[in-house]
């Protein structure tokens, strides 16, 4: 076991079984794909990236199984198993490609606006390229280090990373792993807000994770951890309106994607890589191929060039300008955008909700308000190069009198 110090949550274990995937060169690949995109343009201390937070969900995975054995008195979840869960947690984005999900909007720039044709998955495509990796790259050593645990371990990582668990002993390394509350956003929001500067992530992650329990194929929190759950859920609603979704990391992360969409465009970087030639997918790469890309290169590593409306773009506003905005792209060549943000703190159904267990189960919104209350975060940022101010100003015109 090797013991790793960590900002977030003191030191990590990496257990024997874990190490060499650890030490492997495609694993080694995330210390340099940035966490947040171009984020770090506004938050300077947000340099972090997919490696760290990959040994921080891992560890989150192993904690979750421990105290869910605990509380449920589950037989299957030992030791072994519980670093078979980690596992899913350490490689659950080994298929990011640079600046991580600001890439998928790239491929669908690329798409919408330049015209390509290429097969993926928006924000899951890292989920298919993992998969392929673990297949092609990390096989063998998963089955030698795990085969007495499953009858087929790489199976039962893919089948965990593609959301379809076969058997009890998959659904809750699913749970643990993606879930509204999970050990993927457990640490991404502690570790987010840690290198931003901020407090809106953080929440009391020792208490919440002893509240665990596995119940009629659910995981669910005891009912004392409600409050807990919803300090939980108002964090990650914080973080998207006053970090993931500020308007000046949008600005930027969309000139990055639509910069590399023209370089996919230009044939100078294959949108899907092959898994043989992804040890070339990392930031610093993308960076050094940009610069030569105008003028998205100046904007991205000099912040120089570009501006936005200084109004976000809301409600029907959105929808409104929507398809102008679109043809604008393709008119200018990609120098005038509309760049959305659109996620949901929480959103619940019968069979995606935080579960609450009080001698039954039910859906959090039974007894927390903040549940009912909560809704998706939706709106839009006009990002335009200083060459294309006068077409930019029609747009911006388009939403003001949507506004009045």
């Known amino acids: 076991m090797k013991l790793i110090r960590d900002p977030v949550h003191g030191y990590v274990e990496v257990r024997d079984r874990l190490l060499p995937l650890v030490s492997h060169p495609y694993f080694q690949r995330l210390r340099y794909i940035a966490q947040t995109g171009l984020a770090y343009l506004v938050y300077p201390g947000m340099t972090h990236s997919r490696f760290e937070h990959s040994l921080g969900t891992m560890h989150l995975a192993m904690d979750f199984v421990k105290y869910i054995r605990q509380n449920s008195g589950v037989d299957f979840a030992d030791q072994d198993y519980a670093e078979l869960v980690s596992l899913v947690g350490l490689l659950h984005d080994i298929g990011h490609l640079p600046f991580s999900h600001t890439y998928e909007n790239a491929l669908e720039t690329y798409e919408r606006v330049f015209g390509g044709k290429v097969e993926h998955r928006g924000r899951k495509t890292h989920v298919d390229v993992g998969i392929r990796v673990v297949q092609e790259v990390f096989a063998d050593v998963i089955d030698k280090a795990f085969s007495r645990v499953v009858s087929d371990p790489v199976k039962f990582v893919v089948d965990v990373m593609r959301e379809e668990p076969k058997d009890e002993e998959e659904r809750l390394a699913n749970l643990i792993v993606s879930n ?39 995981l669910a929190v005891m009912r004392k951890a409600v409050p807990i759950v919803e300090h939980f859920l108002l964090a990650r609603m914080y973080m998207y309106e006053n970090v993931y979704f500020h308007s000046v990391v949008g600005m930027y992360n969309a000139v990055l994607a639509t910069g590399m969409a023209k370089m996919f465009a230009n044939r100078d970087l294959d949108p899907i890589p092959e898994v043989k030639d992804l040890l070339e997918y990392v930031d610093f790469n993308v960076l050094g191929m940009i610069r030569d890309v105008k003028p998205f290169g100046e904007g991205v590593i000099y912040r120089q060039g570009w501006k936005r409306y200084k109004r976000d773009i809301e409600g029907k506003c959105l929808d409104a300008v929507r398809e102008s905005a679109l043809e604008m792209s393709r008119e200018t060549d990609g120098l005038v955008i509309l760049h959305e943000f659109r996620d949901a703190p929480y959103k619940e159904s019968k069979s995606d909700a935080v579960f609450v267990y009080d001698e039954a189960v039910y859906e959090l919104s039974r007894v927390s308000e903040v549940a009912r209350v909560l809704s998706e975060i939706r709106k839009g940022v006009i990002v335009y190069h200083i060459s294309a101010e006068g077409k930019a100003k029609e747009l911006i015109k388009l939403a003001e009198e949507c506004k009045t």
């Open 180 to 218: 509204f509350i999970d050990a993927d956003r457990g640490d991404y929001l502690l570790r987010d807000s840690y290198h931003a500067g901020v407090e809106y992530g953080l929440y009391d992650i020792e208490r919440l994770k002893r509240f665990l329990v596995f119940v009629d194929g659910k």
